[in-house]
């Protein structure tokens, strides 16, 4: 079940529903009325969610490390 929880699947659900969820919030203050910092604050707000989408969906997973290849060594220097 925790495997499942993990998947890329379930991370890019959340993202989706963390931009839907703010935009929500936003536009239902933006009904009643902002101020200049509350219109600046729900920017950010909408961005950074945004932010969180984009690299949950773009990030490279890590990939496992090829016992084949050898590691990067730096020459010595004299």
């Known amino acids: ?3 499942f929880l993990r998947s890329p699947w379930v991370a890019e659900c959340a993202a989706a529903a963390l931009v839907f969820v703010t935009a929500a919030i936003v536009g239902r203050q933006a009904a009643q ?3 200049a910092q509350g219109w600046i604050s ?3 707000a909408i961005i950074g ?4 989408a984009v690299m949950v ?3 490279p ?3 496992k490390p090829n016992p ?6 730096r020459p010595e220097r004299d």
Not at 49 to 52: A, G, K, L, P, Y
């Open 1 to 3: 079940m925790f495997r």
């Open 33 to 35: 009325g902002l101020t």
């Open 42 to 44: 729900a920017g950010v």
């Open 49 to 52: 969610s945004i932010t969180v």
């Open 57 to 59: 969906h773009c990030w």
């Open 61 to 63: 997973p890590k990939q």
């Open 68 to 73: 084949k290849m050898k590691a990067f060594q």
